[in-house]
């Protein structure tokens, strides 16, 4: 789909339209892409400025790591879209007998783990760069020190916004191993949504 390369008023339209997607996992990891920019404004607005000069070598390596992680944010809102063409196909299958409403069981259970493969890695993402924007805190341009703030905000938004997205298809897993991993990513998230970063 490459809605990366969508005008903005382009990607609301299709947004608020009744096509299955974009959705809630393009959205989260535009959001994170947004966040990721906000940061990277702030470290340009640090470089070369004497009074940070000594964080000069950390806010280079902070703009390299963040400007992969943009770029991976940028994959994964057509990534979703992709995924979610498995539940689709679930959607179209029969269910008049008891064998087919079991096979549409099981189908169901596989497609609801493909379409958490890619908010679990938004989420990952969203957690390793807000990391990144805690380090900077204090750190880079004061006067764009509210940047960084809603960077780290939307990052936090990013990572709750990908949970949802596990969240409403987990009850349909049946992969007992696979749900305990989804438990850890739960614990990763709470503890990231309930700590209070200033």
Do not use: H
């Amino acid at each position: 789909m490459d809605y990366k390369d969508f005008k903005i008023e382009e990607f609301l339209e299709k947004l608020e339209s009744t096509d299955s997607m974009p959705g809630g996992g393009t959205v989260s990891a535009l959001v994170g892409a947004n966040a990721i920019s906000s940061a990277i404004k702030v470290c340009n607005l640090s470089l070369g400025k004497e009074k940070y000069k000594e964080n000069e070598a950390l806010i280079k390596e902070s703009i390299i790591k963040l400007e992969e992680n943009k770029k991976k944010f940028l994959r994964f809102m057509d990534e979703d879209a992709i995924n979610f063409k498995v539940m689709e196909e679930v959607y179209k299958m029969p269910r008049l007998s008891d064998e087919d409403k079991e096979k549409r069981k099981n189908a169901l259970a596989n497609a609801c783990k493909v379409c958490c493969a890619v908010p679990i890695k938004i989420i990952d993402n969203a957690v390793e760069s807000l990391q990144i924007v805690l380090n900077l805190k204090g750190k880079t341009n004061v006067s764009a020190k509210s940047d960084l703030v809603i960077a780290g905000v939307l990052l936090k938004t990013t990572i709750k916004c990908g949970w949802e997205n596990v969240e409403i298809n987990k009850n349909f897993i049946r992969d007992e191993k696979y749900l305990k991993y989804i438990d850890s990513v739960e614990k990763v998230v709470t503890n990231i949504i309930n700590r209070d970063n200033g």
